[in-house]
């Protein structure tokens, strides 16, 4: 949520930068909605004042025996005055805190302005591996090693699922444990979140009301509390210090979690998107920073270091690309992708978002921190990056992997999990 102080101070250069991000702007029902909130405020403590004043008197009037009837007879009514005047300001504060939700973040300078076309590639690692003319693609290779059933998928679950087989489950789990044992061994607290988040949640991490649709909700009794599954363990980590004062002294503090991230990801699928590459269920580990505001650029950078170290021991060739304002989620300032080479298509696909929020989830999430003794509470900024996404890293494994008789070398990190260093073709 942006700050309703620097869209009053200055609503052109709020204007100016969320047009990088969407088409049209109109700060007008936001200013409108500020304004009647102020008066509504200001009114309502003049009256709460005046009303203590007519109390003294009247106890001055009992005091001395005098007749207090007239005088109560104004208290009540002003008392029914301020009632009606403070509905009236809660819900001049509703309105106000609903416009400001539905706003994205104020991207960072450094975000190029336009969409995907406008991504800057700033970080290239390894060289694409020469696989000839026809490599294979990871389906057919999953499917020739016995890795991944995709029918047998579909079948339990309909389109968007698949089933981790044999060593595909132990290459799919060996990933799993090899980012895990990374981050705990790098200071990362770790966590295992709930996978039903309340709407609140969602509303915190800035993911709601836009994507409100794109995620699994889950149909309660009436009167109980909604949820939905997780789409990602980001939105779980942001809210563990809802509505919290955190002491400087507890900055930074560094986290993450493996969890599965559950996706309605509707619309078509692409031919780019076979296999695992889209679906609704994937696993992923999440790391997640909460720190001052003058640490989030170190933190951002040690984010995207960390994700581009994973891959790089995992011996893939890759590259990074700093995202343009509207390929960037609304929640961020600023994000880097790190998006593994897969031969077969040709492209490049992302398997970690590292993206800076500022204080934009904070904000939302009322996650403040204490300075220093005597000084006011400030927001903290929020930081995540995926650490990695698996979904896409192992079509990336297997083909940029693969050898001319169809089988795979397996990554170093993870042989000693599979007790091998090679995949074959089952027979």
């Known amino acids: 949520m942006l700050d309703i102080e620097l869209i009053r101070s200055d609503p052109e250069l709020v204007r100016a930068a969320l047009l ?13 909605a500020d304004a009647l909130r102020r008066k509504l405020a200001y009114e309502v403590d003049q009256a709460r004042s ?13 005091a001395s025996g005098a007749d207090t009837t007239e005088a109560q007879k104004q208290a009540a009514g002003l008392g029914d005055q301020v009632t009606a005047m403070q509905a009236a300001l809660t819900e001049a504060e509703k309105t106000l805190h609903d416009l400001l939700m539905a706003l994205p973040n104020l991207p960072d300078e450094r975000s190029p302005a336009g969409g995907k076309e406008a991504n800057q590639v700033v970080h290239t690692w390894g060289k694409a591996p020469d696989l000839g003319d026809k490599p294979l693609d990871h389906v057919e290779l999953c ?14 679950g309909g389109n968007g699922y698949w089933i981790y087989t044999g060593q595909g489950a132990a290459l799919e789990w060996a990933l799993l444990d090899f980012f895990n044992r990374e981050h705990y061994a790098a200071g990362y607290q770790f966590l295992l979140p709930p996978h039903l988040l309340t709407e609140e949640s969602g509303y915190a991490a800035g993911q709601f009301p836009k994507f409100h649709d794109d995620v699994f909700h889950v149909r309660e009794e009436e009167g109980s509390r909604k949820s939905f599954l997780l789409p990602t363990a980001e939105t779980a980590i942001v809210n563990v210090y809802r509505d919290e004062i955190l002491p400087a002294e507890m900055l930074p503090v560094k986290a993450f979690a493996y969890t599965p991230c559950y996706r309605r990801e509707a619309g078509s699928y692409r031919s780019e998107e076979r296999g695992t590459i889209r679906g609704h269920q994937f696993n992923k580990v999440e790391m997640f920073q909460f720190v001052a505001p003058e640490d989030a650029e170190r933190a951002l950078n040690e984010l995207v270091g960390r994700s581009q170290m994973l891959v790089e021991k995992l011996g893939l060739h890759y590259q990074t690309s700093l995202l343009a304002a509207r390929d960037a989620s609304a929640s961020m300032k600023l994000t880097y992708d790190i998006e593994v080479w897969l031969p077969s298509i040709g492209i490049y696909k992302e398997v970690s978002s590292a993206s800076w929020a500022g204080d934009y989830q904070a904000r939302r999430a009322n996650i403040r921190y204490r300075p220093g003794k005597g000084k006011p509470t400030a927001y903290v900024h929020t930081l995540n990056a995926s650490g990695l996404a698996t979904s896409r890293l192992l079509p990336a494994i297997v083909e940029q992997n693969q050898q001319p008789d169809g089988s795979v070398i397996v990554p170093g990190p993870l042989r000693a999990w599979l007790s091998t260093d090679i995949l074959r073709p089952q027979r």
Do not use: F
């Open 20 to 32: 990088k991000r969407v088409d049209d702007v109109d700060l007008g029902p936001i200013l409108e």
């Open 50 to 62: 005046e009303r203590n004043r007519q109390a003294k008197q009247i106890g001055k009037l009992k």
């Open 143 to 156: 499917t020739r090693l016995g890795l991944i059933d995709y029918a047998r998928g579909v079948k339990l």
